[in-house]
């Protein structure tokens, strides 16, 4: 009877939740979706007037730097709705249906208790800053600073609906666990305190890394350890907490991370990047591993127009595995390469890992772009010739070698899309636009070729476009914002000094510092995500380097290519389980397959370690 009972009110509840969710999306998704579109034209004009007018335009920084912050928080709350939060979930998926449930819910409670701390402090942190001016366009700091407090509001509706999905049970658990860490945190506060900085080990190791492993999102671990931290061991206010959040994401170098995944996506739909494979394939096809040189080549080349991994893998493997599987080649050799040509490209220009270090570390972008090139091509040619050896290709009897008059016509096709690197690196570099505004050179480009000379632009799929664009840029730097003010609280509690004080007393010196970076930055990049790992651990570690005589381009490769590893290695790199499935292919395929690889590109970064030149060489 309370199984037929179940059946018979469910669907009305189920049905209205279902209404409230579309119309809270349409919500956040078309503001998202407008900013995206707003901070294109604000950034296009801005190049137009300054490089073709010759008037610079005051107020476009100003009034960017506003509409990013919205874009952010509305693209963040989209985020929360597709579930699209960066998170862990190798260890969920190995539990019973009930526990999965109850952990799933952990997931969304989790985020939804961060929020409803969150806002008060939010409202109060925007209302604070009526009084403050903009300096070009005069608006109050509220226009800005009040984006924080309505994401968390519309993130907390989303929690809300979310959390209405579950069962009861789910929930009383849900409270249960988080109440009984509450209360212990609450009984204990004195023990924490009288533990001096060895409590950062339970909050920012046991606490943050019991989250993670539950597949709470990162970015909100990030920030509710981050407050129970304040909150048990010191008297800094919350409204901190919000300001802090706000720096993290308020840097205008972050302005190109939007822009970058628009791109990427103007790319694939525009089938500039199958042009660009065409005419690999044309070239080396024939050849024994050829189309490995190819998957790697054509890595290289789309990412740098995407400046994201996860767009270059899925620009370039739905048109190379079929025919790669066509030949005879291993499905887990296949997403063994691909995973390892992600981790090769991190540092091929403009990825969003080298803007995102630029701006929290104060490194030049441009000399990161410079320097990002050549330890991305030794790590390939490492891969390459791995490849050779290991892929075997069984069916190539009907495989012939390209004419020269195909490999032509190829190239003349893919030279428009082959143009967009080099258009994005020579705009940088001759000063024409800033690394934050150059992506919208690419878009408008890859607009204008994409509609007249691929004839390939489809309206409909622009508003997706936009929408997915906000989505993952709301993603990535609401992880920066929560790493920031997590970072900030490691700062004050001295942590820093003391990691500069045992770094710099490492055996061997700056070799030394080196080897323990590399060690460190692998496992962070598995556990925590290329980004945040950087976010959190760039600013600590940047001025030990220079101070030990190590150039900070030269070991922004290093950490970067270490940290590219740990995110594609099995079984906690979530970069591993993106290849796989842009692959269409089992992880469980390439779990053994891929240690070589992995193997190959350590080699290649040690070389890149132990030969400064490579990455500093052609730096002025």
Not at 35 to 41: L, P, T
Not at 63 to 79: N, P, Y
Request: glycine content about 10%; charged content about 10%; hydrophobic content about 55%.
């Amino acid at each position: 009877m309370a199984a037929g009972h179940h059946i018979e009110t469910m669907p009305c509840p189920s049905l209205g939740l279902t209404h409230l969710d579309r119309a809270l999306g349409m919500l956040i998704e078309i503001p998202a979706a407008i900013a995206v579109v707003a901070e294109v034209g604000i950034l296009l004009t801005s190049v137009f007037s300054r490089f073709v007018l010759h008037q610079p335009l005051v107020w476009a920084d100003e009034l960017a730097s506003t509409v990013f912050l919205w874009l952010a928080m509305f693209g963040a709350a989209v985020a929360l709705r597709r579930g699209e939060h960066m998170r862990m979930t190798a260890l969920i998926g190995k539990l019973s249906p009930a526990w999965r449930a109850r952990i799933e819910a952990i997931a969304v409670g989790t985020p939804c208790l961060f929020i409803g701390m969150l806002l008060l402090p939010a409202v109060d942190y925007a209302q604070n800053e009526w009084v403050v001016e903009t300096p070009a366009l005069g608006l109050p700091g509220t226009v800005r600073e009040a984006a924080l407090a309505v994401g968390c509001l519309l993130m907390l509706c989303v929690s809300g609906l979310r959390l209405a999905r579950h069962g009861w049970r789910d929930l009383g658990f849900v409270a249960v666990v988080l109440a009984a860490i509450a209360a212990a945190l609450y009984l204990g506060g004195s023990q924490l305190q009288a533990m001096g900085n060895w409590n950062l080990a339970f909050f920012f190791i046991a606490l943050l890394g019991a989250g993670v492993l539950a597949g709470v999102p990162i970015a909100f671990c990030f920030g509710l350890v981050t407050i129970a931290y304040l909150l048990c061991t010191t008297s800094t206010p919350l409204e901190v907490v919000p300001g802090r959040i706000n720096e993290g994401m308020s840097s205008l170098i972050l302005l190109a991370v939007p822009l970058f995944i628009l791109l990427g996506q103007l790319i694939e739909m525009t089938q500039m990047a199958k042009a660009m494979v065409a005419f690999l394939a044309s070239l080396l096809g024939h050849v024994r591993g050829g189309l490995s040189y190819v998957l790697l080549g054509a890595i290289m080349l789309v990412s740098g127009i995407s400046g994201a991994k996860t767009a270059d893998m899925a620009a370039v493997a739905p048109v190379l595995f079929p025919e790669m599987k066509k030949r005879g080649m291993e499905e887990g050799e296949l997403v063994s390469l691909l995973a390892a040509s992600g981790a090769m490209a991190e540092t091929i220009p403009p990825s969003l890992v080298l803007i995102t270090i630029g701006s929290v570390t104060g490194v030049s972008i441009a000399a990161l772009f410079t320097g990002g090139l050549l330890p991305g091509i030794v790590l390939a040619i490492a891969l390459a010739i791995l490849a050779r050896q290991r892929i075997s290709e069984s069916n190539l009897k009907d495989v012939k070698r390209a004419s020269l008059q195909v490999v032509l016509r190829t190239f003349v096709v893919a030279l428009p899309a082959l143009a967009i690197p080099v258009l994005i690196r020579t705009a940088v570099v001759e000063g024409v636009a800033t690394a934050t505004e150059v992506s919208t050179i690419g878009i408008a480009y890859t607009i204008v070729v994409g509609i007249l000379v691929y004839r390939r632009f489809d309206v409909k799929r622009l508003y997706p476009m936009l929408v997915e664009t906000a989505s993952l840029s709301g993603a990535i730097l609401f992880i920066i914002g929560t790493a920031t003010c997590m970072a900030w609280a490691l700062t004050q509690s001295g942590f820093s000094h003391d990691l500069a004080h045992i770094m710099s007393l490492m055996p061997g010196g700056r070799w030394g510092f080196l080897l323990i970076s590399i060690v460190t930055f692998i496992v962070l990049g598995s556990v925590l995500e290329g980004i945040p790992a950087m976010v959190l651990f760039g600013p600590l570690l940047f001025p030990i380097a220079r101070q030990l005589g190590v150039h900070e381009v030269h070991y922004a490769m290093v950490v970067i290519l270490a940290m590219g590893i740990g995110l594609f290695a099995p079984p906690f790199g979530l970069g591993y389980y993106s290849a796989c499935t842009i692959g269409r292919v089992s992880p469980d395929a390439g779990m053994r397959k891929i240690w070589p690889y992995l193997g190959a590109l350590l080699a290649g970064l040690l070389i890149v370690a132990a030969v400064p030149w490579i990455s500093i060489g052609f730096l002025s």
